[in-house]
T-cell receptor, first 118, second 115 residues
Framework: GAVVSQHPSWVICKSGTSVKIECRSL??????MFWYRQFPKQSLMLMAT?????????EQGVEKDKFLINHASLTLSTLTVTSAHPEDSSFYIC??????????????FGEGSRLTVL | AQTVTQSQPEMSVQEAETVTLSCTYD???????LFWYKQPPSRQMILVIR??????QNATENRFSVNFQKAAKSFSLKISDSQLGDTAMYFC????????????FGEGTQLTVNP
């Protein structure tokens, strides 16, 4: 299957700093990528839909100025958590579809990134 | 809007036995896709099985099979001959079938396989 790579897998930062998480589709082009946030023992919460070459579509309640999403190429989307605070500590997961094999809806997921803000 | 409900937050099963995880959904769409994903302790999301709504035959992948009841909007996952490596959080998910649409996930079921 298609491979999505996400980096870093874990990051610790000081409150007030910014952190960038990268999501790459390694063997396919992803016109759309999805960013999720997951709290312990809970489901995945969709934060935003990232579209190549255009602005991301954010879910209600997600601060677009805090969670900056850039999808500059067909294989790379980035999530930047700006001015991070301890409440932003969470597990962030990206995903993408490989439409070359048909629109089956299957999402391929990155390994996730554990963010801890001190 | 579509909703997906998993009514079993936790389940456990003995190794080599069979377990069934429940999932119901609500939609007005006639064609759609349903998925079961597993998330082991590594937190990597892995596709377990996929079902296309227009196919009446239940999907099967080795020890994993589904019972898809379209009229009842039910999509349960059966795991046969459970193995320790099956221990994971299992998520049921719905896809409307329109390119660019999101996956809607259920709340998840934590499955523990006991030796």
């Amino acid at each position: 299957g298609a491979v999505v790579s996400q980096h870093p897998s874990w990051v610790i930062c000081k409150s007030g700093t910014s952190v960038k998480i990268e999501c790459r589709s390694l063997d396919f082009q992803a016109t759309t990528m999805f960013w999720y946030r997951q709290f312990p023992k809970q489901s995945l919460m969709l934060m935003a839909t990232s579209n190549e070459g255009s602005k991301a579509t954010y879910e209600q309640g997600v601060e677009k100025d805090k969670f900056l999403i850039n999808h500059a190429s067909l294989t790379l989307s980035t999530l930047t958590v700006t001015s991070a605070h301890p409440e932003d500590s969470s597990f962030y997961i990206c995903s993408a579809r490989d439409l070359t094999s048909g629109n089956t809806g299957e999402l391929f997921f990155g390994e996730g990134s554990r963010l801890t803000v001190l | 809007a579509q909703t997906v409900t998993q009514s079993q937050p936790e389940m456990s099963v003995q190794e080599a036995e069979t377990v069934t995880l429940s999932c119901t959904y609500d939609t007005s769409e006639s064609n759609y896709y349903l998925f079961w994903y597993k998330q082991p302790p590594s937190r990597q999301m892995i596709l377990v099985i996929r079902q296309e709504a227009y196919k009446q035959q239940n999907a099967t992948e080795n020890r994993f099979s589904v019972n898809f009841q379209k009229a009842a909007k039910s999509f349960s996952l059966k795991i046969s001959d459970s193995q320790l490596g099956d221990t994971a959080m299992y998520f049921c998910a719905f896809y409307r079938g329109t390119s660019g649409s999101r996956l809607t996930f259920g709340e998840g079921t934590q499955l523990t396989v006991n030796p």
